[in-house]
């Protein structure tokens, strides 16, 4: 879908949305999201690869070369060291943690992998005619709406795409169509603790899906955060998928890796940059894992999301010839207790049944 020598005319030429997101059937509004996030994904992976390309690996060569090892190596070897961590990090399975226990304690009839925006889709209570719109609701402690919305922007918008606070003209379709706004509580059908977006044109079936590289090969995927079980999706997901060092929500601690923003993006041709970008911590992992070819363990739950080599996705992740394994650990999760005789029973039949239905291989882990 995107390559370095393609030309995004197309995109700058894409005109700006004038239907309200609510007059749009079901269709039309999955097709404007296909459309809208392939040239998205078009435009970020030129911008990377050709106009920051040179940038990203120079830097990359010079985080290297302060490593003890990198001192004492010329260009020549450290270029090496960053051909070598692109080719790892390129092999390396593209995993969604999950919690086996939500997912297979009763039989997983879904269809497909969506993301909050998507899921938070309602029909609402309107006289004459069916609407359907994205109500959101506010999320737990951990993972507040406000902030989720903020932070999604700020990894998917690039500075220059805005100019005083506005989309750039060639860029405005992608304001109407990927940005949702303030939100704020609705004026229609409302719900305790419901809030809507204030831009009437945001599609939220144009939204990302969240990723993540096992570079480390670690044995319960890339991070127990999300759960101790995870899916490993089909290669060909990471061509396309824009990647992060570091989880792109949460801690935004000085140095933790994790307070980033669209300028910080990589993409899979420029994989090994990501080592530029990264946080100490996740540099040392990084190393151990692409030089040193070493297997990580889980990491200690107080620092896995700066240890995230996060990637998303903006394309649909229909299950069924998607998913190239499931791996089911019975290791409860964190504040649950340990799963019952019969419900890990219940977990393996439904997993068995669901890796089945969507021709993925299945495997069980401590």
């Known amino acids: ?23 749009q059937s079901a269709r039309v509004q999955t097709i404007q999201a296909r459309v809208v996030q392939h040239h998205y994904v078009r435009a970020e992976l030129r911008e990377i690869n050709i106009r920051k390309g040179d940038a990203l690996v120079e830097a990359t ?30 092999l390396a399975d593209l995993t969604i943690n999950i919690k086996a226990a939500k997912w297979f304690m009763t039989p997983n009839n879904y269809s497909s992998y969506t993301q909050m925006y998507e899921r938070a889709v309602r ?35 690039r500075n220059e795409m805005m100019t005083g606070g506005r989309f750039a003209p060639q860029f405005g379709g992608i304001g109407r169509v990927m940005n949702p706004g303030n939100l704020a509580a609705p004026t229609v059908d409302a719900q305790e603790g419901e809030l809507e ?11 990302q899906v969240f990723a993540a590289l096992n570079y480390g090969r670690r044995p319960h995927g890339s991070t127990v955060t999300y759960g101790h079980s995870y899916l490993v999706l ?21 140095d933790c890796g994790m307070n980033v923003s669209a300028n ?18 996740l540099r040392q992992n990084i190393y151990k894992s692409c030089i040193l070819n070493a297997t990580l363990p889980d990491a200690i739950p107080s620092e896995e999301l700066q240890l995230l080599l996060e990637a998303h996705l903006f394309e649909p ?4 010839g998607n998913i190239q394994k499931v791996v ?10 340990q799963p019952t005789p019969q419900e890990w029973q219940n977990i393996q039949i439904n997993a068995r049944a669901f890796a089945s239905k969507h021709g993925a291989r299945l495997a069980f882990v401590d």
């Open 1 to 23: 879908m995107a390559s370095p020598n393609m030309n995004p005319g197309g995109w700058t030429r894409a005109a700006v949305p004038t239907t309200n997101i609510t007059d």
């Open 61 to 90: 060569l010079a985080a290297l070369k302060q490593t003890p090892q990198g001192r004492k190596c010329d260009r020549v070897q450290l270029l090496h060291g960053f051909h070598t961590m692109t080719s790892r990090l390129q």
């Open 123 to 157: 029909p609402l209570k309107v006289p004459g005619r069916p609407v359907h719109q994205m109500r959101l609701t506010n999320g737990d402690a951990n993972n507040p709406t406000h902030l989720r919305v903020a932070a999604d922007a700020k990894a998917t918008f």
């Open 197 to 207: 977006a204030s831009n009437p044109y945001f599609n939220p079936r144009s939204k």
């Open 234 to 254: 089909n290669p060909k997901f990471k061509t396309n998928a824009i990647y992060f060092a570091g989880d792109t929500f949460g801690n935004t601690a000085p």
């Open 264 to 281: 910080d993006q990589i993409s899979y041709d420029l994989l090994g940059a990501i080592y530029a970008k990264a946080s100490h911590h």
């Open 317 to 320: 992740l229909y299950f069924s």
């Open 328 to 337: 089911i650990s019975e290791t409860p999760e964190v504040g649950q207790p």
